[in-house]
């Protein structure tokens, strides 16, 4: 029978942990009874270096749970790659792996669908966001620009859909084929191209908590997917630098052309523009450049994503002492 790994990234969650955990489980037991997965299944939560109580909740529910599994991070490696460190660690011991938030906005009863879709043959099935209407007005006009961003540079994102999803063993195995160190699982997964679907559900309020994506860490998490995945941004720069380039000949030109015929300007308010101008365009090139020259530099260093502090998962003596 299938066996299924739930994996849960943690980061200063200890407000709702508690409760996310007795949620998990009473959805694993009542998945069980159904005979839609073993009772070997598992729920692994990845604490990505949190400065609060989260790990001593995670490692007393582990030693109270047998089904309950952590693996705690060495430093705070981010949300992709705690997501990542999750699933490379229970790859051997699932057959389909479903990754959530911790924070219980996601229905987590969707994971019966995500099972059955599973069981239909589907190697990755999309959690996707009906309406989200519980987020504030500029989450979701930044999270909608983006999208919309991605797709007309040609990035298959699924819309609405976050981090929520199945995938099936060899799915996550393909995906560690991917080495990039700058890891965008949105854009990446689909490009996995195995069968997939998608399942619609309501996402509901934040339980308790707060978000761990302010709108600056969003937006640095938006440009990173976008440099991650295209070099229209700096094609379009170069661009700019060629019409901006192409228009100062023409005007150059013309201001030639005024000299020679006697009609001399003064020419202030024209020379500072066009120093402004070009100026501020060669900025935003530089710019632009040296984030790529960023990327490949963080990529050429090969660093390890994550560094695993504790691994519960492969220490299954933990269960029995019991304390
Ligand atoms: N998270 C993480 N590492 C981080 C930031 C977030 O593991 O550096 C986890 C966090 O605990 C949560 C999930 O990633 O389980 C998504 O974060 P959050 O709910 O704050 O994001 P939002 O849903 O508001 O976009
Ligand atoms: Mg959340």
Not at 11 to 40: H, K
Not at 98 to 114: G, H, K, N, S
Not at 164 to 173: F, I
Request: net charge positive.
């Amino acid at each position: 029978m299938t066996i299924l790994a739930i994996v849960v990234p943690c980061y200063n969650e200890e407000d709702i942990l508690p409760e996310t955990i007795e949620q998990l489980r009473a959805l694993r037991q009542q998945l069980i009874d159904e005979q839609l997965i073993s009772s070997e299944s598992k729920i692994v939560f990845v604490d990505d270096g949190s400065r609060d109580r989260t790990w001593s909740i995670i490692y007393k529910a582990c030693l109270r749970h047998e089904e309950v599994k952590g693996i705690k991070l060495a430093g705070n490696a981010g949300h992709q790659n705690a997501l990542l460190a999750g699933m490379f660690a229970v790859k051997d011991v699932a057959h389909c792996i479903v990754t959530m938030d911790a924070d219980l906005q996601d229905d987590i009863y969707v994971v019966r669908e995500f099972v059955c879709k599973f069981h239909e043959g589907y190697d990755i099935v999309y959690g996707v966001r009906r309406k989200r209407d519980v987020d504030s007005y500029m989450k979701r006009w930044t999270a909608e620009t983006f999208y919309r961003m991605m797709n007309r540079i040609g990035v298959k994102l699924i819309y609405n859909h976050a981090d929520y999803r199945l995938m099936s063993r060899r799915a996550v195995e393909a995906l560690q084929q991917f080495r990039e160190v700058n890891m965008f699982l949105r854009g990446v997964v689909p490009l996995l191209g195995f069968p997939s679907a998608a399942v619609y559900y309501d996402r509901k309020e934040r339980k308790a908590g707060v978000t761990k994506y302010p709108l600056m860490k969003m937006m640095r998490f938006a440009f990173d997917g976008l440099t991650s995945f295209s070099m229209m941004p700096i094609r379009f720069v170069s661009l700019l630098g060629f019409c901006s380039f192409f228009v100062s000949v023409l005007f150059a030109i013309y201001v030639l052309f005024l000299k020679m015929t006697g009609h001399t300007q003064t020419g202030w308010t024209s020379l500072i523009l066009s120093i402004w101008l070009v100026g501020g365009l060669q900025l935003m090139a530089i710019g632009l450049v040296g984030e790529y020259i960023g990327k490949v530099y963080k990529e050429a260093k090969q660093r390890p994503r994550y560094i695993v502090d504790i691994d519960l998962l492969h220490w299954p003596m933990m269960a029995s002492c019991d304390g």
